[in-house]
C-alpha cells in the first residue's frame, strides 16, 4: 500500500546569503499494508508532519523513494487523503460520505460496512487532537473497511492504546519504542 524507502528531508533557511538547514527525515524506511494502522510518535518539531505531506506526495523528498500501490504519480497518490487540524486535503478521489462523516464527525460513526469507494491510504496529523476521544474507535473502522492509516500523536502510549503499530521518530529516523524490557543500562 504505502512504501517510503530512504526518505531524506532537509529544510535549508529562507535567508539570502545563509547556508543554515536542518535535516529533518534521514533514511526513513516504512511500509504500510492495506487496512494496517500504524502511528508516528515523535516530539513537536521531529518531523512527523513532514513525514506525511512526504507519503502523501504533496512534498517531494531530496533522497529517497515514496510509493503507494506501485507508483506515486506526480502531484500525490490518488485516494490518499491527508488530515491535519482542518478539513480533509483529498488527494485524488474523494471518499464516500460515510468516511467524510467518521472523519469530521467522530461521534456520528456510520455502520461497519465496507466500501470501494474509501480513501485506500489514510494520512492523519496529530490524530488525538483531531479525531477526539473517540479517535481509536475512528481508525479501527476505517482499517475494518481495508483503509491503511498512517497516524501521528506526541505520546506513544495513546497510538499503542488506538492499537496502532508504533513507532518513534527520533533523530530523523524510524524506530521501535522502547519497552521496559529493551531499555539500554549505563555502560
Do not use: N
Not at 456520528?108 to 476521544?133: C, H, K, Q
Amino acid at each position: 500500500m504505502l512504501l517510503l524507502d530512504g526518505v531524506h528531508k532537509t529544510y535549508r533557511a529562507g535567508i539570502p546569503g545563509c547556508c543554515a538547514s536542518a535535516r529533518v527525515l534521514q533514511g526513513v524506511h516504512l511500509r504500510v499494508a492495506a487496512g494496517e494502522l500504524v502511528g508516528i510518535a515523535g516530539a513537536p518539531g521531529a518531523g512527523k508532519t513532514t513525514l506525511l505531506l512526504c507519503a502523501a506526495g504533496l512534498l517531494r523528498p531530496d533522497v529517497g523513494r515514496v510509493r503507494w500501490g506501485g507508483a506515486l504519480p506526480p502531484g500525490g497518490a490518488p485516494g490518499a487523503a491527508y488530515v491535519s487540524g482542518g478539513a480533509p486535503e483529498w488527494v485524488g478521489r474523494a471518499p464516500t460520505a460515510a468516511v467524510r462523516e467518521a472523519l469530521a464527525r467522530p461521534a456520528a460513526l456510520p455502520a461497519l460496512e465496507p466500501t470501494p469507494a474509501a480513501p485506500a491510504l489514510l494520512l492523519v496529523d496529530d490524530a488525538p487532537l483531531l479525531l477526539g476521544e473517540r479517535a481509536g474507535l475512528v481508525l479501527r473502522w476505517l482499517a475494518m473497511i481495508g483503509v491503511a492509516a498512517v497516524v501521528t500523536a506526541s505520546d506513544p502510549r495513546w497510538l499503542r492504546d488506538v492499537g496502532a503499530r508504533t513507532l518513534i521518530l527520533f533523530g530523523g529516523t524510524l524506530r521501535p519504542p522502547l519497552t521496559a524490557g529493551t531499555a539500554r543500562r549505563p555502560a
